[in-house]
């Protein structure tokens, strides 16, 4: 089977399900179908865009893209996860693998600059609590945790009055993360925050803090009984 139509029967399963997946509560999403809008604070810079998810029965799979701002250095970054859901009542237990691409670029003077491509492949699992309060309401705390390694490869271009030079580096990094946070959703509308930390964070300061706010296509679940 082809890579596009491995691709595309995994879409037909995740959209043509019925039922609903809880694996999203393990990443910061409501149940089902959705799109929002996030926006995060880094350490250094800050970056704003745009996620998707879509869910089946056992499976979730999303998508995102932002763009990001750090001092003079400006890129965008593509991502994509898919997370098996193990349910056990309310609580999730999502283990998943997911890719992550980066370009950025550095203007370091008028006759130099410098482009960095990042593509980092992530492994880990997460857990996700999704309680119904009702009147439309609900909650969702989640916590993941994950090991990246990272591929990047550095462009260097200086140009002369009569050539230009390119030079080519690369370099590898890896890394654990952890990123925890709560959503609250009310009918459709969703919102809320997420901190991330790595295995080389120093302090008690996330390194990133993502504030999110979003809609859900799918229904919510129904209340269980106590």
């Known amino acids: 089977m082809t890579p596009l139509k491995l691709g595309a029967s995994l879409w037909v399963v995740l959209v043509g399900s019925v039922s609903v997946a809880k694996g999203q509560t393990c990443n910061g999403t409501p149940s089902g179908r959705s799109l929002a809008y996030e926006y995060a604070k880094m350490s250094v810079g800050t970056s704003q865009g745009i996620s998707g998810t879509l869910a089946g029965s056992h499976a979730a799979l999303g998508v995102g893209f932002a763009a990001r701002s750090v001092g ?33 670029t550095w203007d370091v003077r008028d006759d130099v600059s410098l482009t960095a491509h990042n593509l ?29 390694f990272t591929l ?22 890896s890394r654990a993360q952890l990123e925890y946070g709560i959503i609250g959703r009310y009918r459709f509308l969703y919102g809320g925050v997420a901190a991330h930390r790595t295995s080389e ?19 919510m679940l129904p209340r269980r009984s106590q």
């Not at 965008?76 to 691409?101: A, D, K």
């Not at 309680?131 to 993941?144: C, D, E, N, Y």
């Not at 990047?152 to 580096?169: F, K, L, P």
Request: proline fraction near 5%; aromatic fraction near 8%; charged fraction near 15%.
């Open 152 to 173: 990047s490869i550095y462009d260097i271009n200086a140009s002369g009055r009569d050539s230009t030079t390119t030079q080519v580096t690369g370099d590898t990094l």
């Open 201 to 219: 964070s120093k302090g008690q300061r996330p390194d990133m803090a993502r504030w999110i706010i979003g809609v859900a296509f799918s229904p």
């Open 120 to 148: 980092a492949a992530r492994a880990g699992a997460g857990l996700g609590y999704e309680q119904r309060l009702g009147g439309g309401f609900s909650i969702s705390p989640f916590v993941a945790a994950q090991y990246e």
């Open 72 to 104: 003079e250095i400006s890129g965008q970054q593509g991502s994509m996860r898919l997370t098996l859901v193990l349910p056990m009542g309310n609580l999730s237990l999502c283990p998943g693998i997911g890719l992550l691409y980066q370009h950025d």
